[in-house]
């Protein structure tokens, strides 16, 4: 009975919130890491190592586990989001001219559920064009040896020429770096709210929580946009290099 009370109580829902928000950071810093090889030059060895790391990341039994609670705590994050956005639109003030939330709030913390919402659907299709691809889709019919000896599906090529199409690379650049900027509004709140919901609130070092939080919510999107910018306008094509 206190168990079911628990989970359909704001309090809970808000505290998993915070936690499967801060855990969803490490997933990005991780997930980074292993994009910014895409900013190598187009080569054999760049295509080798990227889609090593992308066959490691989607067979390695340790990953994999962490890779589904990601998946798991992407989608809890996501629904718990739209019910307490739903719950604090209910109890909203009405009727009061004086209200002015801008006054003592961002705009970022006034529509999390919008830029949630923004992010959830870039996931959905960032998912859907590359990660159902690596698993399911028609890459299993370019398969290649590396020269390590690994078979591995050629994800590094299709990565790149999706940005670099000529009809569509543009918009799909455009989709990216307009989703970051969602990412990191979400973050400018996100970070720093999260660990004062966990309890980690102290004068002595809230300041510091928050510049850390405006320096990931800035630095770590900011990274994210400039890789399919620089596929781009920047590196060589990859179907002419290969």
């Given at each position: 009975m206190a168990k079911s009370a628990l989970l359909k109580s704001s309090l809970a829902k808000k505290y998993w919130?915070?936690?499967?928000?801060?855990?969803?950071?490490?997933?990005?810093?991780?997930?980074l890491l292993g994009n910014l090889q895409l900013l190598l030059p187009v080569s054999e060895a760049a295509r080798d190592q990227?889609?090593?790391?992308?066959l490691f990341m989607t067979t390695n039994p340790l990953v994999m586990i962490l890779s589904y609670v990601t998946y798991i705590s992407i989608l809890f994050h996501a629904i718990d989001g739209v019910i307490l956005t739903y719950n604090n639109r209910k109890a909203r003030p009405q009727g009061y001219v004086s209200f002015?939330?801008?006054?003592?709030?961002?705009?970022?913390?006034?529509?999390?559920?919008?830029?949630?919402?923004?992010?959830?659907?870039?996931?959905?299709?960032?998912?859907?064009?590359?990660?159902?691809?690596?698993?399911?889709?028609?890459?299993?019919?370019?398969?290649?040896?590396?020269g390590g000896g690994e078979s591995v599906?050629?994800?590094?090529?299709?990565?790149?020429?999706?940005?670099?199409?000529?009809?569509?690379?543009?918009?799909?650049?455009?989709?990216?770096?307009?989703?970051?900027?969602?990412?990191?509004f979400h973050l400018l709140h996100g970070f720093s709210s999260g660990f004062q919901t966990l309890g980690v609130n102290h004068p002595r070092y809230n300041?510091?929580?928050?510049?850390?939080?405006?320096?990931?919510?800035?630095?770590?999107?900011?990274?994210?946009?400039i890789i399919p910018i620089y596929i781009h306008f920047v590196l060589e094509n990859?179907?002419?290099k290969i």
């Open positions: 919130m915070a936690f499967t928000g801060l855990f969803l950071c490490t997933f990005l810093v991780g997930h990227f889609n090593e790391y992308a002015k939330p801008s006054t003592n709030s961002t705009w970022a913390s006034r529509n999390m559920g919008l830029l949630g919402t923004v992010i959830f659907v870039f996931i959905v299709l960032h998912m859907n064009a590359f990660w159902a691809e690596m698993k399911f889709g028609g890459l299993d019919n370019t398969v290649y040896t590396t599906k050629d994800l590094y090529t299709l990565t790149l020429s999706t940005f670099q199409d000529s009809t569509y690379g543009l918009l799909f650049v455009i989709i990216y770096v307009l989703s970051m900027a969602a990412i990191a300041g510091f929580i928050r510049k850390l939080g405006y320096g990931f919510a800035i630095l770590v999107p900011l990274a994210f946009a990859v179907l002419e």
